[in-house]
């Protein structure tokens, strides 16, 4: 049943919900086809440790990304598991949709999806009953943030051996501090994005032990200076335009500054006359990228205080391949055409979907080894030619 759902997924036809893929391949029942992904009568475990061999084997390794984001489903009605008003960002706006956490490994331009985990709004976790009769798994019938997900997953994929080298996340997960202090606590590199109200302070500021006379005396030590937003302390920055890769059309390349500051994520703390003000923590890169529309995004990354500003960049540009990976999944291989309503039923064919996924680029990537292998051929001299075309 599992090569005909996946054949189904890749085969041809606008929709590839489980109807129409029973009706095109003619060698099993709607019945059937529904029967095995919809009712939850086999462990998806076995499967899932495939995939991510699969995609270790084919972009795994040190200079590989794990890029966590997440996609939209939209859905009418109320009753799919999951579904409430909340943001998308595929569309740009708060619509009724199912949201996922996503997990991609990546490496060069070459994607392979291996986590999609459904979020529960706060509507549904409040709501016992509701996450029974959608059949969520009690240990699933809990409260958890897209970061908390998405540390979850990440601790799968590590647990499975899979090899990479960095962690990428959009601002919706880098404005998390317990999110990036359990990255840095699991010796994982991340590069996140964040507001441009982040606080930070200055890589060298000092920690004071103040004597005041009329107060009583203080307990802890605290900064000389205040913090200041992300966006104000590379504002005095020299922005240089930097490339980070080559695209269809040539370089694709912005202007970007970077600073080492420490983040204000430790302990509040009063600063004297200053108000109340989270601590300096790690000392951390910040980088802003300028874009030619006039936009403005801010970063932070936990890289070696020698990393290059190209380095910088080209990391946090890195992310936007888990986008690609969204919209091919949607728009060829059926993600959102989904009709069950369960959890017992949509995390199987998010599985399937990512398989299918799977082997396309390794058709792909196999495809690519081969052109590549003939245009080194040809451009060899005859004597130098392999001898043993065959092997």
């Not at 995609?55 to 009418?76: E, H, Y």
């Not at 992300?230 to 490339?243: D, F, H, I, P």
């Not at 091919?328 to 069950?340: A, I, N, S, T, V």
Request: glycine share 8%; charged share 25%.
């Amino acid at each position: 049943m599992c090569p005909l759902y996946i054949a189904g997924l890749i085969g041809p036809g606008d929709r590839k919900s489980v109807q129409p893929m029973a009706a095109r391949a003619g060698e099993v029942g709607y019945d059937q086809l529904h029967h095995f992904v919809a009712a939850g009568i086999w462990d998806s475990t076995p499967l899932e440790a495939t995939l991510l061999a699969e995609a270790d084997r084919l972009v795994g390794g040190d200079d590989a990304f794990l890029v966590i984001d997440d996609t939209a489903l939209p859905k009418k009605g109320r009753h799919s598991v999951g579904v409430a008003p909340q943001y998308a960002s595929s569309l740009g706006k708060t619509s009724n949709s199912q949201s996922l956490v996503s997990v991609t490994l990546a490496s060069g331009e070459v994607p392979v999806m291996v986590g999609l985990r459904l979020f529960l709004p706060e509507s549904w976790t409040s709501d016992p009953d509701r996450m029974t009769r959608a059949r969520i798994p009690a240990e699933r019938q809990v409260a958890l943030s897209k970061p908390e997900i998405a540390i979850e997953e990440v601790d799968r994929v590590i647990a499975s051996g899979v090899r990479f080298g960095c962690v990428l996340a959009d601002a919706g997960y880098g404005s998390s501090a317990p999110f990036r202090h359990a990255l840095s606590e699991r010796g994982l590199l991340w590069a996140v994005g964040m507001s441009r109200r982040q606080m930070v302070y200055p890589a060298d500021v000092a920690m004071i032990f103040p004597t005041e006379k009329v107060r009583k005396p203080r307990k802890y030590h605290i900064p000389d200076i205040p913090p200041v937003t992300a966006e104000e302390m590379l504002a005095g920055e020299t922005w240089r335009k930097v490339s980070w890769r080559r695209g269809t059309k040539g370089p694709l390349a912005c202007h970007f500054a970077a600073r080492r500051v420490r983040i204000a994520d430790g302990h509040k703390h009063r600063i004297l006359d200053k108000g109340v003000s989270r601590m300096p923590g790690d000392e951390v890169w910040i980088s802003g990228e300028r874009r030619s529309t006039g936009e403005r995004k801010y970063y932070i990354s936990n890289m070696p205080a020698d990393a290059s500003l190209k380095t910088l960049a080209a990391a946090v540009k890195a992310r936007w391949i888990c986008e690609q990976a969204h919209q091919q999944l949607k728009e060829e291989l059926g993600l959102d055409h989904f009709e069950g309503r369960s959890w017992t039923g949509l995390h199987p064919h998010t599985l399937m979907t990512m398989i299918a996924y799977a082997f396309l680029q390794s058709r792909r990537l196999q495809a690519a080894g081969r052109k590549k292998k003939e245009s080194w051929d040809r451009r060899l001299s005859p004597a130098c030619r392999p001898l043993d075309r065959q092997s």
